[in-house]
């Protein structure tokens, strides 16, 4: 007889994880300058890519079985793997990105058969032109592997709110495909991001914020109240605006015609990762989108990620039934399926 669902200790899916699939590396092709190179030194590891050599990501982002094992010593027993975000390519030919999203896609669908259960992934399309990304995300929500995909907040400058996503957006709500968002981390093209590693502290979260209140107030998320999107980095300040935003809908005539329900109302649509790095912030934002809404998520390999994301969740102090949630029943049900959230912890050993 399996262990009753009220004893089990509660499944942590570390929602936001990035990685580079093997499959993908220069060293397969070596003739095609666009691959990544990844490779460690003294200094640490270093991805290099389009000319550029980044040590932003201070653990591994290659090998699946190493990123398992430093996500199992920190407690956490699933991941829902998701692109190295330069690596979605949205400054190529959409023919050309399609090509190389689908040598991605297959490097994350073998992760995932390799190791059921313990990955999840979400791939990638050709946000370039939404009707191909359409196309492309139903055939691979078919295929019956990946759990959706990841996007960029804005695309060659343009926020997923705009009409010209509308196709996307149909075929995300229509196949109930898991859509995460994150910052494209080049948005801002102000000097003062060059200070302080402001791009990545303030750039990234501000850039999740536009999106967000972009999907709002055009009435995106109103018209498609199905879609399962996960914003990372806990929304950015999407919330703390929502006063502001509450406002604009309500007195000024062009922030209010296409959104017919309450700011709130819609904001609450959303779902959420817990990579704030407050807890009284991350509480907040329990509070308010509900704990169903809210994922457990690390930011793995990089500096600016949760080192310990199960102890910040756990350190709320909330109930046991939301604290399950945050910790995975939320992540399961959207990519693992409900079935295995209720299955108590595996051997991650």
């Given at each position: 007889?399996?262990?009753?669902?009220?004893?089990?200790?509660?499944?942590?899916?570390?929602?936001?994880?990035?990685?580079?699939?093997?499959?993908?590396?220069?060293?397969?092709?070596?003739?095609?300058?666009?691959?990544?190179?990844?490779?460690?030194?003294?200094?640490?590891?270093?991805?290099?890519?389009?000319?550029?050599?980044?040590?932003?990501?201070?653990?591994?982002?290659?090998?699946?079985?190493?990123?398992?094992?430093?996500?199992?010593?920190?407690?956490?027993?699933?991941?829902?793997?998701?692109?190295?975000?330069?690596?979605?390519?949205?400054?190529?030919?959409?023919?050309?990105?399609?090509?190389?999203?689908?040598?991605?896609?297959?490097?994350?669908?073998?992760?995932?058969?390799?190791?059921?259960?313990?990955?999840?992934?979400?791939?990638?399309?050709?946000?370039?032109?939404?009707?191909?990304?359409?196309a492309e995300l139903r055939g691979l929500m078919a295929e019956g592997v990946l759990s959706g995909v990841e996007i960029t907040a804005s695309v060659?400058?343009?926020?997923?709110?705009?009409?010209?996503?509308?196709?996307?957006?149909?075929?995300?709500?229509?196949?109930?495909?898991?859509?995460?968002?994150?910052?494209?981390?080049?948005?801002?093209?102000?000097?003062?991001?060059?200070?302080?590693?402001?791009?990545?502290?303030?750039?990234?979260?501000?850039?999740?914020?536009?999106?967000?209140?972009?999907?709002?107030?055009?009435?995106?998320?109103?018209?498609?109240?199905?879609?399962?999107?996960?914003?990372?980095?806990?929304?950015?300040?999407?919330?703390?605006?929502?006063?502001?935003?509450?406002?604009?809908?309500?007195?000024?005539?062009?922030?209010?015609?296409?959104?017919?329900?309450?700011?709130?109302?819609?904001?609450?649509?959303?779902?959420?990762?817990?990579?704030?790095?407050?807890?009284?912030?991350?509480?907040?934002?329990?509070?308010?989108?509900?704990?169903?809404?809210?994922?457990?998520?690390?930011?793995?390999?990089?500096?600016?990620?949760?080192?310990?994301?199960?102890?910040?969740?756990?350190?709320l102090g909330l109930d046991p039934a939301s604290e399950s949630l945050v910790l995975g029943g939320n992540?399961?049900?959207?990519?693992?399926?409900?079935?295995?959230?209720?299955?108590?912890?595996?051997?991650?050993?």
């Amino acid at each position: 007889m399996g262990t009753p669902a009220s004893t089990a200790e509660p499944r942590c899916v570390d929602v936001h994880c990035h990685v580079v699939v093997p499959e993908l590396l220069l060293s397969v092709a070596p003739d095609e300058s666009w691959r990544p190179a990844v490779w460690w030194d003294d200094d640490g590891q270093v991805v290099e890519i389009g000319g550029r050599r980044l040590r932003s990501a201070v653990g591994e982002m290659v090998h699946v079985g190493a990123i398992l094992a430093a996500q199992a010593a920190r407690g956490v027993d699933a991941v829902v793997l998701s692109p190295f975000v330069p690596l979605l390519f949205p400054d190529v030919d959409a023919d050309e990105c399609r090509r190389r999203s689908a040598l991605f896609n297959a490097g994350l669908a073998r992760m995932v058969r390799e190791h059921p259960g313990r990955v999840a992934a979400v791939g990638a399309v050709p946000m370039q032109d939404p009707v191909l990304a359409a196309a492309e995300l139903r055939g691979l929500m078919a295929e019956g592997v990946l759990s959706g995909v990841e996007i960029t907040a804005s695309v060659g400058g343009v926020y997923l709110g705009d009409d010209r996503f509308e196709p996307f957006w149909q075929a995300a709500e229509e196949t109930g495909a898991l859509i995460f968002v994150h910052p494209t981390t080049s948005a801002f093209d102000e000097p003062v991001f060059r200070d302080y590693y402001l791009w990545n502290a303030v750039g990234n979260p501000m850039e999740i914020t536009v999106t967000a209140a972009h999907l709002v107030l055009s009435g995106t998320l109103e018209r498609h109240p199905d879609l399962r999107i996960v914003l990372s980095h806990g929304g950015g300040a999407a919330l703390a605006l929502r006063g502001r935003l509450r406002h604009a809908h309500r007195a000024v005539a062009g922030a209010g015609p296409r959104l017919t329900e309450s700011v709130e109302a819609s904001l609450r649509r959303l779902h959420f990762d817990s990579v704030v790095h407050d807890p009284a912030l991350l509480a907040a934002l329990v509070e308010f989108a509900g704990a169903d809404r809210v994922l457990l998520g690390s930011d793995h390999p990089f500096d600016m990620g949760d080192p310990d994301p199960v102890g910040s969740v756990r350190r709320l102090g909330l109930d046991p039934a939301s604290e399950s949630l945050v910790l995975g029943g939320n992540a399961d049900r959207l990519t693992f399926g409900e079935a295995v959230s209720r299955r108590s912890r595996p051997d991650v050993t």
